[in-house]
């Protein structure tokens, strides 16, 4: 399914959303966040994929690669640590900020208990900066965030609670934990009354966008490299994490944002079709477990209601085949390990491209250039291997020994 959304506009950045979501604070972030050994030193790669472009009949194709991004495999590295840390030097006034993912101040955090609910990916990565820092930290899961996602996250020192229903029962049951405990909820989901800490995660997942206008030597206030970038669903976090950045930077001349999610976790297509936050209508559960949510974040919704010109769904079965045709690569397309809501992006564009008249609703013809952002590697190297045939290992030994024709 795919809606324009009536209510995105091209204008200068909002000084409202800037008071919220801004450059400045993002770089901020991103210099912290450097001195983290959970983070790979250098930008993730932005893969071109040439043959891929001509069979979708548009004039560039280019993937951000954020499997590369820490050990944890995933995006969600750059959110939850930054959120943790923004919050400690709430708590702790006086604190060296980048101190705190060193470890040194552990003996001042051994109490400062953080708790979230997770689909995986922000668990893990907020289980990590908590174990470098020196806080306790506890993970909700849901009946169906599989054994292996679990295990990873207790590596990593975490408590592991498990509860009955979908993403949105651990939200709560967090919530209710935190309360009970007086834990610190470090979630990647706003709801009243608790916008801080999701903010600093958007904030964080900025650097993506920071690295891109890097990447592509773009001019502030100019059309970029891309006519059109899709990003992911969920509960809206990181969509406007990266439209916000590059809406503040690019101004009037922003690029078509597109944002793409599970059929049965549709919650930011119900946003746009009701115009408020709204809820999934459909069992939330998919393949493409990091997008599988069922309650929109209010708070991302303030950027995605004016920043974001369409929004769709795509089916299991296409996140599983764009993840195929990912891992295959081609004569000049490197071969790439891509999970399951890691390829989101690419399932909606071929989706579209294979529909006329919804590609020409979106604008995407022989002039379009595209911007995917693959967020996760194999998180769960078992489901990978199993949904694409192949092991993450084998496809990485195949990109290895590629070479461009």
Not at 294 to 315: I, K
Request: glycine share 10%.
């Amino acid at each position: 399914m795919l809606i324009s959304n009536p209510n995105a506009v091209r204008t200068d950045y909002p000084a409202e959303l800037a008071a919220v979501l801004n450059i400045d604070r993002a770089h901020v972030s991103r210099q912290w966040l450097s001195r983290w050994p959970g983070l790979l030193p250098q930008a993730t790669p932005l893969h071109s994929l040439p043959d891929l472009a001509g069979r979708l009949g548009i004039a560039r194709l280019d993937l951000k690669d954020e499997s590369l991004r820490s050990p944890l495999g995933s995006f969600k590295a750059l959110g939850a640590p930054v959120a943790l840390l923004r919050q400690i030097l709430r708590r702790h006034p006086g604190v060296e900020p980048t101190g705190v993912l060193a470890g040194r101040h552990a003996d001042r955090l051994r109490h400062d208990t953080v708790i979230s609910a997770t689909d995986g990916n922000h668990g893990r990565g907020l289980a990590a900066a908590a174990r470098d820092a020196g806080c306790p930290c506890v993970i909700v899961l849901h009946a169906q965030v599989s054994e292996e996602r679990e295990q990873a996250i207790a590596a990593l020192g975490a408590r592991i609670v498990r509860v009955p229903g979908n993403y949105d029962a651990s939200v709560q049951e967090a919530a209710r934990l935190a309360a009970e405990h007086g834990w610190q909820v470090i979630s990647d989901t706003s709801y009243p009354g608790y916008e801080e800490v999701p903010r600093d995660v958007m904030q964080g997942y900025s650097t993506i966008a920071a690295e891109l206008v890097e990447q592509t030597g773009a001019r502030a206030g100019e059309a970029g490299a891309y006519t059109h970038v899709f990003l992911q669903g969920g509960v809206g976090g990181m969509a406007a994490g990266l439209a916000s950045y590059l809406w503040e930077f690019h101004g009037p001349q922003r690029p078509c944002f597109i944002v793409v999610e599970p059929a049965q976790a549709d919650c930011l297509l119900q946003s746009a079709l009701q115009g408020r936050p709204a809820r999934a209508t459909g069992s939330v559960d998919s393949v493409m477990a990091g997008l599988a949510c069922g309650e929109t974040s209010p708070l991302a919704w303030r950027f995605l209601q004016p920043g974001v010109d369409h929004f769709m769904t795509v089916e299991d079965t296409q996140a599983v085949a764009a993840m195929r045709v990912l891992a295959q690569g081609s004569a000049r397309d490197r071969p790439l390990v891509a999970g399951e809501s890691g390829v989101a992006g690419l399932a909606g564009l071929q989706a579209l491209r294979a529909d006329a008249r919804h590609s020409a609703q979106v604008g995407l013809d022989a002039q379009a250039r595209v911007l995917l952002i693959s967020t996760e590697g194999a998180t769960a190297p078992a489901a990978y291997a199993a949904l694409v045939g192949e092991s993450a290992d084998s496809v990485l030994q195949r990109q290895r020994a590629w070479a461009p024709a």
